[in-house]
């Protein structure tokens, strides 16, 4: 799976998989706010949050339920995931919500693969039961990297939100660990 394991990054070639520093919150909102300014991928049109917000969530993160992690290409952080527990009541404890974000740059190297691999892989270790995510229907290469790594439909958003113009379909996605 990983090139190899050390103390919690992935390594793979030149791309370092890792749990985030609050020194890497800069990088973290900026690549977030260059695949929201696409427009097409993300559900806000900018990073929803500033750098020193970004910075305290890394800070004072629970990270035994919760991770934020950075892909770092070639020395550059190219992307990331969040993952946070569904909730604090005991009833929704045992399932965990995933979203990733990746720069036009970096698509098509394995990159989101890797990020997502890592993010199971972290989400099973933790005894979460499942792993959700949402996406929009035209954003067919995701749900097709997706669908490849065992995500499940579990149900539609009919025309949920107005991207550009259109209506675009919520799927709802989950994978069973």
């Given amino acids: 799976m990983y090139k190899k394991m050390v103390k919690g990054y992935a390594l793979i070639n030149d791309l370092i998989i890792r749990p985030a520093r609050p020194c890497d919150a800069h990088d973290f909102v900026r ?11 993300l559900l806000h049109d900018r990073a929803p949050r500033t750098v020193v917000e970004q910075e305290k969530i890394i800070s004072y993160l629970n990270w035994d339920r919760n991770t934020i992690v950075v892909a770092q290409l070639e020395g550059e952080i190219v992307g990331g995931m969040c993952i946070f527990a569904g909730g604090s009541s005991p009833k929704s404890t045992s399932f965990c919500n995933l979203g990733v974000h990746i720069v036009k740059r970096a698509r098509g190297q394995g990159v989101g693969k890797r990020l997502l691999k890592y993010g199971i892989d972290w989400a099973r270790t933790k005894g979460y039961h ?34 550009k113009g259109q209506w675009v379909d919520e799927l709802l996605m989950s994978k069973f660990l």
């Fill in 31 to 41: 690549t977030w706010d260059e695949v929201s300014r696409e427009g097409i991928y």
């Fill in 130 to 163: 499942k792993v959700c995510l949402s996406v929009f229907s035209t954003n067919t290469r995701a749900i097709k990297l997706y669908e490849k790594l065992g995500f499940v439909y579990e149900g539609l958003r009919k025309e949920q939100y107005k991207v």
